[in-house]
Nanobody, 121 residues
Framework: QVQLVESGGGLVQAGGSLRLSCAAS????????MGWYRQAPGKQRELVAS???????KYADSVRGRFTISRDNAKNMVYLQMNSLKPEDTAVYYC???????????????WGQGTQVTVSS
């Protein structure tokens, strides 16, 4: 059974930083694409960042240069370092995993429960 458990969300002031963590079980994070999506109130879910099995990364234009996705293969975890946070980054952030063997930069096969990030102005 695949489980993705996010942690690290919270309330932060604009300009601050947070690091989200995703603990994976039932899959090997280095063997498939992993990603972070977010959904703000009244908006559609959007891809924030993804990393493929060969470490090719993709970022939304709105976060490029501020956010960094990474993974720790030994711990089977994925991270999202978020710097220079803005109020518009406020959303529920979801860890996702793609299909095994796929190099898609939009991993949507498995989803975590989400963690709330709130950025105050």
């Amino acid at each position: 059974q695949v489980q993705l458990v996010e942690s690290g969300g919270g309330l932060v002031q604009a300009g601050g930083s947070l690091r989200l963590s995703c603990a994976a079980s039932g899959i090997i994070v280095s063997a498939r694409s992993m990603g972070w999506y977010r959904q703000a109130p009244g908006k559609q879910r959007e891809l924030v960042a993804s990393i493929t099995s060969i470490a090719v990364t993709k970022y939304a234009d709105s976060v490029r240069g501020r956010f960094t996705i990474s993974r720790d293969n030994a711990k089977n975890m994925v991270y999202l370092q978020m710097n220079s946070l803005k109020p518009e980054d406020t959303a529920v952030y979801y860890c996702t995993a793609g299909v095994a063997g796929s190099s898609s930069q939009y991993p949507e096969e498995y989803w975590g429960q989400g963690t709330q990030v709130t950025v105050s102005s």
